[in-house]
């Protein structure tokens, strides 16, 4: 079960004395905030009994109720005010040892009842003190002013903090079957298939997001390979190639979806590679990722879900060409006498780098995605080989390869449920691309 937790949105040190503090602009996206004071005043040593006092939004007018209870182990008093123009939080300590206050703000962040804080506070050695404040005013709380009562200034050290407390969600329920299920902290429903399957609802489903990533393309002795064609829906995020989230589905109950995870390419040796397969959910395809080309004259990579690497031995080679909403095109290779070898694989994210004489094209890269509740960049292109004894090419950030250097052999695979293309060798075989990945999310 999810549980309530504290957020840090800000916090201030102060480092020359300063009459008041002021937390701004707050996020309206919490339940309830807490405010954390340990702080001085300029009054001096021994000079006790201001109160730290607070306001809302900049309010100035007599809008605040307050009542506090006080004990110090012996004795103890109350004391209540109304109709004051600002909120009593604690009381202020001067010289050195600090006054602490803790306080609760609720239902802080909605338009239509007064605000109420409670809170405790500390300024030892003279009492320990309760207090509740109300704020008079059906405002949402956006701005918090903490200052002296006496008008003394803050000294340095003394801090500020300010923690929004998350919302308890409870888990989703599940709506469907197939592949593996997890939550995430906001009631959604998690489908993750790194393997071919079926997706069937167990009741009408609307809202239905995804992330469609095809298998990357192969790379050949030369041109990295191109990144698996990259398709979503989530909200706030983007499909490949620079295009924004595709629409969401609505799925009827029982009406089963053909999940397929696309395959990565082979990579190859004086032979072209071979494309990454396609992925599927239902109706939405994603293309697998173009091959690289491999060292000949005839020197254009794959097209693809994102285009492979050209290569260049004799002539200038040419990258392959991604699809629209997908992925990008590979990079080309220029050609210069006794340098040979390949572009990098196009990605999810970018055009895949131009090889140049002895530098290779490195792979596009990625596109990054929180539909699982964690960023992870995928369908990065793989980089191209190279003749030369230096400049190693990278493979693009979402598990794109990198390619090989001189006669190392040392050229990488496109990474396993990523899409992202393999990396090209030179004086050997290329690398696979890396398998797909379907990703089903919605509303529990």
Known sequence: MATNTFIALDKVTVGTAT??????????????????????????AGSNGWGTRLRFNGDTASNYSWTIVNGNGT???????????????????????????????????????????????SNAPERVAGLVNLWRSTAAVTSITIFDEGGY?????????????????QPGTAKATGGTITYDNFGRVIHTFTASGTFTPTEAITGVEYLVIAGGGGAADAGGGGAGGYRSSASGERSGGGASAETTLTLASGAAQTVTVGAGGN????????????????SITSTGGGAGRYANPNSTGNSGGSGGGGSAVSSNGTGGVGTTGQGYAGGGAIYVASYAGGGGGGGAGAIG???????????????????????????????????????????????????????NNNAVAGTA????????????????????????????
């Open 417 to 444: 449920n990523t899409g992202g293309g393999g990396g090209g060798g030179y004086n050997n075989a290329g690398k696979a691309g890396g398998s797909g990945i379907v990703i089903v999310r919605y509303q529990g």
């Open 153 to 169: 200034n803050w000294q340095t050290g003394s801090t500020f903090s300010l923690y929004g407390i998350k919302a308890q969600v």
């Open 19 to 44: 009459p008041s503090i002021t937390f701004s602009s707050i996020n309206s996206g919490y339940t309830d905030l807490v405010i954390v004071v340990d702080a001085t005043n300029s009054a001096g």
């Open 267 to 282: 990579g190859g040796f004086g032979t072209n590679p071979t494309n990454g397969s396609n992925s599927v959910f239902g």
């Open 75 to 121: 004795s103890a008093s109350s004391a209540r005010n109304s109709n004051v123009t600002s909120a009593l939080i604690g009381w202020s300590n001067g010289g050195t040892t600090p006054s602490t206050h803790i306080v609760h703000v609720m239902n802080y962040s909605n338009a239509t009842t007064y605000k109420t804080t409670i809170g405790r506070s």
């Open 353 to 407: 780098g131009t090889m140049n004489a002895a530098t290779p094209g490195n792979g596009g890269i990625g596109v990054s995605s929180s539909i699982t509740g964690t960023a992870t960049t995928r369908a990065g292109g793989g980089g191209g080989g190279n003749a030369g004894n230096t400049g190693q090419s990278t493979g693009g950030t979402g598990g794109g390869g990198s390619g090989e250097v001189g006669n």
